[in-house]
């Protein structure tokens, strides 16, 4: 990887170092791990890379001119603030957090289906947590910064059982199981290889699939509560001229037609950026597939 961030600096080594447990504490692991490979291979070459925020926040956004992660905005939706986000990178990548600067901590952002109306309705229950806005970024600009876990990586303290994956080069090392340092498990599930086991099966019998992956918590967060989404990890800046292909909105418990909101869409569209802001269903669908109100 060129120019890597520093964050990633020690993040390959870590990664097939955790590979290599994987397949030597997990009986089956190499015949498990083919099956999820091709599959997240297939879902990040069909899908898009997204990051949602508050609403509140898109003002001040669009004036910096970037996405900003929780460090350097000292804002997280987290318990415990920014100082989780730093340990559970320290967790995950390997890296020295006493050598790293603010804006060298990840944004967060989750893997989606391209239809951007399938995306803002059905990914909508996450917006409760991390707001309405949903900004579409441009895939080409990140396939070589971007890591992924399956499901909240922090959550339940899961950074310190799993390690992310490359998006151009899955081992596959994500998914929550094995302790990946010193520190024990808060949740185990039944051991290191139930979880992979779980997630593997509803690939095979058809469960999950490419044309549905987005709605991964409904499919199987149910049964083991560690499969909300796909997340991302953004690594380096993102310019919302350079990086950011579209911005929309929907949020009927916002004010989306605010004079703030309408000033932000403008400023958006003179950047090249495509900005749509919808408070219900019908509008929303009418705009995104012309002559088909229900969206599908």
Not at 35 to 53: C, D, H, M, Q, S
Not at 81 to 89: M, W
Not at 95 to 117: Q, T, W
Not at 234 to 254: M, Q, T, Y
Request: charge should be negative; aromatic fraction near 10%.
């Amino acid at each position: 990887m060129n120019d890597t961030p520093p964050m990633l600096k020690h993040h390959d080594s870590l990664r097939r170092n955790y590979y290599a447990r994987l397949n030597a504490e997990i009986p089956g692991f190499e015949f498990t791990a083919i099956p999820i490979r091709n599959f997240l291979k297939n879902i990040i070459g069909k899908g898009e890379f997204y990051i949602r925020a508050g609403i509140e926040y898109l003002p001040e956004i669009v004036r910096s001119g970037r996405i900003k992660g929780s460090p350097e905005t000292d804002h997280t939706t987290l318990n415990g603030g920014p100082t989780v986000r730093k340990q559970s990178c320290q967790a995950m990548f390997g890296c020295d957090i006493d050598r790293l600067k603010p804006e060298d901590y990840p944004k967060y952002g989750y893997l989606s289906c391209a239809d951007p109306v399938r995306n803002l309705l059905e990914t909508d229950e996450m917006s409760y947590q991390y707001g309405g806005v949903v900004f579409r970024l441009k895939k080409q600009n990140f396939m070589h910064r971007t890591t992924i876990t399956v499901g909240d990586s922090v959550n339940m303290g899961r950074c310190f059982g799993l390690v992310p994956d490359r998006v151009d080069d899955i081992l596959p090392v994500c998914v929550y199981g094995l302790e990946n340092g010193s520190r024990k498990l808060m949740v185990p599930f039944g051991g290191p290889g139930n979880c992979w086991h779980y997630f593997v099966s509803k690939i095979l019998n058809g469960t999950l699939t490419a044309d549905n992956f987005n709605q991964l918590d409904a499919l199987l967060g149910g049964d083991i509560p560690v499969f909300e989404f796909f997340e991302l990890q953004f690594h380096g800046p993102i310019n919302l001229a350079e990086d950011v292909d579209s911005v929309d909105i929907f949020d009927f418990r916002e004010n989306v037609e605010s004079e703030e909101v309408r000033e932000a869409g403008r400023k958006l569209e003179a950047m090249g950026i495509t900005f749509r802001a919808f408070s219900d269903f019908e509008a929303a669908c009418h705009a995104m597939h012309p002559g088909d109100a229900k969206g599908e």
